[in-house]
């Protein structure tokens, strides 16, 4: 009785001390995560610094490079007009398209010696109630500036209309004898310059400013609203004149997250302290449950040995602490052998003991990746073979973690597989190309033949000329200078060829279509004469697209070959091939149509097909590759007949074209 007495105190302390623990723990567990936040909002409030000064040298060196592209353009047109004779005219040509090509410029002026306007674009006079080019004294103070000095200037910043900032580039015209015959001043509105200038993400996260020393705000653009928590500021030169660059940044108002977070270890400490409360009741179902253990590890132990799956245990510092039956036949090593082993494991393969210790240093810092990883394990007997293994934590009865259970698959013979379906693979592939390489050789044989053709018939019209004897220089000249072109032609057939065959895809840069179509009416309008074919065409004013330009020729001139080919019967009267070129929110939609003989209905669907084909001297590759070439520019390419053909026959093709702007 008294030992039993004698052991209910210590029994109790030691029960106490149990509850106390997991009690400071949760302490000290709260005051690691609080100073956890802190670092954590000081590490934020640190990044989003270095971002905003990242950011903003980013933006000045933008708005430089563009200011400076400008400035390189306007100067190089005062140095033309120092020596051009037809100085209006080179200032307009090039003044319309700086302006098409800068939106953030809105005028561009010419200016004698004597500061008056000698033209003026958009408008020729500009309107001095609204621009007063030099009636403010910072543009006239910088004009006088540049007429002194003779260099390229900018004013400080002034206002016009409705309150603008604007700012001036001028720059002189120097005359043959190098004094100044006048000046080109380019008008930038600074709001204009940020709206065109600065991209709209960087709006997102910030407010953009133009400022001066005195604080003196003249243009800003932004897209959210509220308190900027930091601001970096940097000078703005050019065009300087104590410009500078000011960025603030904003901090987004939800802190929902942090709350969360904060309420979250509230609730685990709440529930842990909860939790201590039945670890009472806990400690009296111990021997009862004790009991049941044994019994549990018993029938685990007995499913385990019948595992095919092998199964290894670890401690935390990467001791192995146990290895079923089905590991220790997988690597041939006894349990005698492999409990108890640190790194380097008898089962590591000694080439790859780098890999394998780095590896388990990852496993071991709870990086292991939670799909599984691929190993190269080594058998008593030195044989190599392919595992898989998964990683988990080794959670002992109270819930600690005591070290790592793997899950280990021998996947040598999928990994065969694998490999001989990689092969497979790879041999496709080649056949593809084979594939590739043949229908190219069509294209080339297909398209070389009209500009093959070409040089025959300007080689036997030279040679004729030469024959009769009254061929001169001037003669002969146009006639070589277009086999010259049509030889430049089938060469750059021969490399689009290859190039398509060498890097599997074609090269799309920004193309005016208009020009394609005027360069394609050029090569058919012979033959068009021939065939007593009258061609028309109407092409709008249209941005450039992106594509190869040698494959839209290509898909062009077949077109208009085949509509010619089918007027072949048509009175001549008849005979018209027109070209339309519409623009819609889709893109462009360019029609080709005739008044020929038409399609029939039961070759419609066939029409498109490789090596189909109704003519005797036909290859049938020609519409095929056409539709390939479309595909590829993500367009679409097809057929319909004619409705308003005065022959009551032809056909029109139709084919569209995305409108992706360089």
């Known amino acids: 009785m008294t030992a039993t007495q004698s052991a209910s105190p210590s029994t109790t302390r030691r029960i106490r001390w149990l509850l106390a623990l997991p009690k400071l723990g949760i302490v000290l567990l709260l005051a690691a995560l609080v100073s956890l936040l802190w670092l954590l909002h000081r590490n934020e409030i640190e990044e989003d610094r270095a971002a905003l000064i990242k950011d903003v040298l980013w933006l000045e060196q933008s708005l430089q490079f563009h200011l400076n592209s400008n400035e390189e353009q306007i100067q190089q047109l005062a140095l033309d007009m120092a020596s051009l004779p037809d100085r209006r005219k080179a200032f307009r040509l090039r003044a319309e398209h700086m302006l098409k090509n800068s939106p953030e410029v809105t005028q561009i002026l010419w200016l004698d010696s004597e500061r008056k306007v000698v033209d003026a674009l958009p408008s020729s006079v500009p309107p001095e109630q609204e621009i007063e080019a030099f009636g403010p004294s910072a543009a006239s103070r910088a004009h006088d500036l540049v007429m002194q000095l003779g260099k390229t200037h900018y004013s400080e910043p002034f206002f016009l209309g409705s309150n603008r900032a604007h700012i001036e580039l001028i720059v002189p015209i120097h ?71 000011r960025v603030t940044s904003y901090r987004s108002a939800d802190n929902s997250v942090q709350r969360s977070l904060v309420a979250a270890i509230i609730l685990l400490a709440a529930g842990v ?33 019948s595992l095919t799956v092998g199964m290894r245990a670890r401690d935390l510092n990467g001791c192995v602490i146990y290895v079923n039956p089905a590991f220790c036949k997988m690597t041939g090593f006894s349990p005698e052998e492999l409990v108890g082993a640190t790194p380097p494991m008898p089962y590591w393969a000694p080439e790859q003991l780098e890999e394998s210790y780095a590896m388990h240093q990852t496993v071991l810092a709870g990086e292991a990746p939670d799909d599984g990883f691929e190993m190269t394990f080594m058998r008593k007997n030195g044989e190599r073979f392919h595992a898989l293994v998964y990683e988990a934590k080794l959670i002992d009865g109270n819930g600690k973690h005591t070290g790592w259970m793997a ?28 594939v590739t390489m043949g229908e190219m050789a069509s294209t080339l044989a297909h398209e070389l033949n009209q500009p093959l053709a070409a040089i025959a018939s300007y080689n036997t019209g030279c ?19 277009k086999m010259g072109v049509q030889a430049q032609r089938a060469g750059k057939i021969i490399r689009r060829v290859h190039d398509f065959v060498r890097k599997s895809e074609p090269k799309r840069a920004p193309c005016q279509l208009g020009e394609v179509i005027e360069d394609c009416l050029g090569f058919i309008e012979p033959e068009a004469r021939k065939r007593h074919v009258r061609i028309e065409f109407d092409i709008p004013p249209m941005r450039p697209v992106l594509a190869d330009r040698l494959m839209l020729e290509q898909v062009l001139l077949n077109l208009m070959r085949n509509g010619m080919e089918a007027m072949t019967n048509t009175p001549a009267g008849a005979k018209l091939l027109r070209l339309g070129v519409q623009v819609t929110t889709e893109g462009l939609r360019i029609s080709v149509s005739d008044n020929g003989c038409g399609i029939a209905p039961e070759i419609r669907d066939k029409l498109f097909t490789a090596f189909f084909t109704t003519k005797p001297e036909g290859m049938g590759v020609g519409l095929s590759i056409c539709r390939s070439i479309i595909e590829f520019h993500r367009g679409r390419l097809w057929a319909e007949d004619n409705a308003h053909s005065p022959t009551g026959s032809g056909t029109i093709f139709h084919f569209t074209l995305p409108l992706d702007t360089a």
């Open 175 to 245: 005359s043959d004898d190098q004094h100044i015959a006048g000046t080109l001043v380019v008008l930038y509105p600074l709001e204009t310059l940020l709206a065109n200038q600065v991209p709209w993400w960087f709006t997102e996260k910030y407010k953009v400013e133009i400022v001066d020393d005195n604080d003196q705000l003249y243009a800003s653009k932004t897209r959210i609203e509220g308190n900027g928590d930091q601001r970096y500021v940097i000078p703005f030169d050019p065009p300087g004149s104590g410009l500078l660059l």
């Open 273 to 305: 302290f909860w939790s201590l409360w039945l670890v009472r009741d806990l400690m009296k179902k111990r021997s009862r449950a004790e009991e049941a253990l044994r019994s549990e590890h018993a029938f685990r132990a007995a499913m385990e040995d």
């Open 407 to 434: 899950s280990v698959l021998d996947i040598t013979e999928r990994k065969r597989a694998e490999e001989l379906a990689r092969q497979q693979q790879e041999q496709l592939q080649f056949t593809s190309r084979l």
């Open 463 to 481: 040679l004729n000329l030469m024959a009769s004897g009254q061929a001169g220089v001037d003669d002969i000249r146009p006639a070589l200078e």
